[in-house]
């Protein structure tokens, strides 16, 4: 076992960014005092880039105060249609367990998202921001990280007892200081990506994806709509294409109206990007961890990047603060590594064989596509076959070292596109409105994410779980009966909760056990806040994940 903090501690995070600023807010949102360091001399919102949010991390932003007012600002959209050249082949819905206040998917420009989050950093005296601030060397001893920045007034040291780097894809240097390898691999081909505002009836609330249409033979394009009758169209481009040339012969502009027609239109962003997939080796050094961009790197077909970069600072912060505040073992930390980066792993298997059917890197590949495309017009087996992303998701800590394993809800791998697994430990509980003792409101996952959350079953004697909780650990913990929440059923039936049941829900709203003795319960407890996890070195490689997902895959 590591040791435990006896009082508060800080954390710096490099990397002003929305996975730096959600890591900062929620850090503050545990009482962790927040050091933000970014090398800009200030913000620079330019384009769209990262503007698709998923229902779940809607709900971590929402505790920080800007999920809300996202999700009313963005396009709401809860459909996916996939298309081989004129033809539909199937539109993907998305299944909710719960009833959760929040859209499936909401379209938002990452610019916007970065005001609002800088907004709420604006208003938390203790998250201290110091843009000009490149870091240009990350120490540690046993005590803390000494981070040393290059700004306009000479070197600056910045002095914390942990640090998350979050500075997106260019954190190479910080990597290679840390003994981090960022193997994967690059594609060939390149995507030119325009935000256009236009008037298109009809593609208000949905987004599409396009195979080998009239107007892009070959190869892809997609659509998605953004507030303002503003669209994002990717279209697939060879890899020698020219986005200069191609304005200046007004190709460009032909282009567009293949797809809009006389409708008028302007540009208001344009790039041409080339896509990597790539994972850190580790993703915890010590005191240092890694996350989002700076830790993986995926295709954007299927939402995964930024998606994934909010549920490392949730995972992050959470576990930082439990450390921090001493009610939890140093071993928590290792957690992060073992579960973020089997969430990476995931991201990869699963948006690199969106690529490989994107863009075929073989004759058998261009084969197997044009076959399955070909089928699927008017064959349904086939259409399961159509890879156009599947799109972003919670991941499953079935094999966490925190997660108690329940004989009776057993993890059936990963699930149909637009579904969510059953509950059960290590899946993200459902969220329902529930209302409190004192009459009023809110939602499941808002009381869950102050603590650990007991969730109490006919039958269970609450006194004897209370004193057997707050005898075996020290972190805050609220006990609620769930009957007495759930009025209407729903949460019950979501859970396929039975008496004599207790649910241990961990402060990032993920199932940790499901148990019905004292014994399992303080037992799950420990493995929270006192896990036993191997500590794998910095140079070690990384995992197949043909290896590590096949209970997944199954």
Not at 97 to 120: K, M
Not at 134 to 160: L, N
Not at 417 to 431: M, Q, S
Not at 439 to 444: E, S
Request: aromatic share 6%.
């Amino acid at each position: 076992m590591g040791r435990r903090h006896t009082r508060g501690g800080t954390v710096t995070v490099v990397g002003n960014g929305p996975v730096g600023q959600t890591t900062a807010l929620l850090l503050a949102r545990w009482g962790i005092p927040v050091t933000l360091l970014d090398a800009r001399a200030e913000r620079d919102p330019i384009g769209s880039k990262a503007i698709c949010q998923q229902r779940d991390v809607l709900e971590v932003w929402d505790a920080i105060g800007v999920g809300r007012q996202l999700a009313d600002e963005g396009v709401t959209w809860g459909c996916a249609r996939t298309f081989h050249r004129d033809h539909e082949l199937f539109a993907q819905t998305f299944v909710d367990r719960g009833i959760s206040s929040f859209p499936p998917f909401v379209n938002i420009s990452q610019a916007r998202t970065e005001e609002l989050l800088d907004e709420r950093i604006a208003a938390t005296p203790s998250i201290d921001v110091r843009w000009g601030h490149e870091a240009t060397s990350v120490d540690q001893d046993e005590t803390g990280v000494t981070i040393t920045c290059r700004t306009d007034d000479g070197d600056r040291v910045v002095e914390s007892d942990y640090a998350v780097v979050a500075v997106g894809s260019r954190g190479s240097a910080i990597r290679q200081q840390l003994g981090v390898t960022f193997d994967g691999r690059s594609f060939d081909d390149k995507f030119l990506i325009c935000d256009i505002a236009a008037d298109i009836p009809g593609w208000a609330d949905e987004r599409r994806f396009y195979f080998d249409p009239e107007w892009n033979p070959g190869r892809q394009v997609l659509i998605h709509p953004c507030p303002d009758s503003t669209f994002r169209i990717d279209w697939q481009v060879p890899g020698d294409y020219d986005l200069e040339a191609e304005e200046r012969s007004g190709a460009l502009d032909e282009r567009i109206r293949k797809i809009i027609g006389d409708t008028d239109y302007r540009i208001v962003w344009k790039s041409v990007y080339r896509f990597h997939s790539r994972v850190a080796n580790r993703m915890r050094v010590d005191r240092v961890l890694l996350a989002g961009d700076a830790a993986h790197i995926v295709s954007p077909f299927g939402a995964r990047g930024l998606n994934s970069g909010v549920a490392d600072s949730e995972n992050a912060a959470w576990k930082l603060a439990f450390v921090l505040r001493g009610w939890a073992d140093e071993s928590l930390l290792e957690t992060y590594h073992t579960e973020r980066h089997a969430a990476a792993v995931e991201n990869i298997a699963v948006t690199t064989a969106t690529m490989d059917f994107l863009v075929p890197q073989s004759d058998e590949q261009h084969r197997h596509r044009r076959d399955v495309l070909t089928a699927a017009v008017t064959d349904t087996q086939a259409r399961a076959q159509v890879d156009s992303g599947r799109l972003a998701e919670p991941f499953w800590y079935v094999e966490s070292p925190l997660t108690t394993d329940d004989p009776g809800r057993i993890f059936a791998g990963r699930p149909d596109r637009g579904c969510t697994p059953a509950a059960a430990p290590g899946i993200l509980v459902p969220d329902t409105p529930v209302m409190l003792r004192d009459g009023g409101g809110t939602r499941l996952r808002d009381i869950a994410r102050n603590g650990i959350l007991l969730l109490l079953g006919d039958g269970v004697d609450a006194d004897e779980m209370r004193t057997a909780a707050l005898g075996a650990v020290h972190t805050p913990i609220r006990l609620v009966r769930l009957s007495e929440i759930d009025t209407t059923g729903v949460l019950t039936a979501a859970l396929d909760a039975k008496p004599g049941e207790v649910w241990v829900i961990r402060p990032d709203a993920y199932v940790a056990a499901v148990t019905d003795t004292v014994d399992r319960l303080v037992s799950a407890l420990h493995r929270i806040t006192e896990p036993v996890v191997d500590v794998i070195s910095a140079g070690s490689a990384v995992p197949d994940p043909d290896r590590v997902f096949a209970t997944a895959a199954r």
